[in-house]
């Protein structure tokens, strides 16, 4: 009884914010017309017309979306290989260090960035990328070389935004992998030891495959998101640069500026159902695959 009053918070956030919401769907089939002093319930189901699949026709005959499309794709493909074995890699490393003063800080320091928000994020970029005061043009400029207009440079931002999303969202990560190493019997490595294992033995024989349960559910989850992309990394970050939007534009910045641009809410709408949608077929199809291989792995 005691664990289920703990879990009750959480439970009525679900059901306040994930389960409650889906009736908005209705949203992706209706021309949103809202009615002023009537409330949104009279304003979806009364007040908007019908439209049918109208709003997922209009978006997938848009000359951009193949653009935004595969920067989604690409972007995400990339975040979740680095996602993945970065983490992993550096929580093995740290494993290796005695010091636990100098492994404490060293999560602190990769743990940090995660907490800071993408409006935090997009003033340090800015501070180094700045046309005229930034760190980056005052070298250049030192050095004899002329300034760069970074903001204004698509081709350049595909690796400041794979570099900016590794350095803040490794670090949560980072302490998911290194408390389940910590939980490893260290037995089993003394064992190891004393049969002359290597370390590099160890690592391959003890370490990955006694945490590949919480690496399989972490990618799991991040690929039911492969359609989904960081809203503050692609629109903060990038201040909303119209230059360089060849490189940043993704599904998220795209529907939210058809809805900040031209109110098209059932627009809006239908891409965030395709994204789910698409994204709910990834995880179940890669959880299936992991069942038939091992039927003890998945999350489903």
């Given amino acids: 009884m005691e664990f289920i009053a703990l879990s009750l918070p959480t439970i009525i956030w679900y059901i306040a914010f994930c389960y409650m919401p889906l009736f908005g769907i209705v949203i992706a089939f209706k021309r949103y017309s809202p009615v002023p002093g009537r409330s949104f319930i009279y304003n979806l189901f009364v007040a908007s017309p019908f439209t049918g699949l109208d709003n997922f026709r209009f978006l997938f005959i848009n000359p951009q979306i193949k653009a935004v499309v595969r920067n ?33 800080i060293t999560k602190s320091a990769a743990m940090l960035p995660y907490f800071m928000s993408w409006v935090v994020v997009s003033m340090f970029l ?7 005061k930034g760190f980056l ?22 690796f400041i935004l794979i570099l900016t999303h590794t350095w803040k969202a490794y670090g949560y990560a ?9 939980s490893i019997d260290p037995g089993l490595y003394e064992s190891a030891m004393v049969d002359g294992a290597t370390a590099w033995q160890m690592v391959l024989k003890i370490t990955l495959p006694l945490i590949r349960p919480v690496v399989i559910v972490i990618f799991l989850l991040n690929l039911g998101g492969i359609l ?10 990038t201040r909303n640069s119209g230059s360089i939007i060849s490189a940043t534009q993704t599904i998220d910045v795209y529907t939210y500026k058809a809805l900040m ?14 994204q789910n949608v698409i994204g709910c077929i990834f995880l179940i199809a890669a959880n299936t695959l992991i069942k038939r291989i091992d039927p003890q792995e998945g999350i489903l």
Avoid: C, K
Wanted: glycine share 4%; proline share 4%.
């Fill in 228 to 237: 989904n992309t960081d809203f503050g990394l692609f629109y903060q970050a």
């Fill in 261 to 274: 641009e031209q109110a098209n809410y059932g627009y809006s709408a239908a891409a965030s159902l395709i």
């Fill in 137 to 158: 043009n005052s070298v250049l400029t030192e050095l004899g070389q002329e300034p760069v207009r970074w903001y204004q440079e698509p081709a350049v931002w595909p």
């Fill in 72 to 104: 989604t794709l690409a972007y995400n493909f990339i975040f979740l290989i680095l996602d993945t074995v970065l983490p992993i890699a550096i929580a093995v490393m740290l494993s290796h260090i005695y010091s636990d003063r100098l492994r404490g």
């Fill in 174 to 182: 980072l302490v998911l992998y290194m408390a389940n190493i910590t």
């Fill in 126 to 132: 800015f501070a180094f990328l700045s046309t005229d």
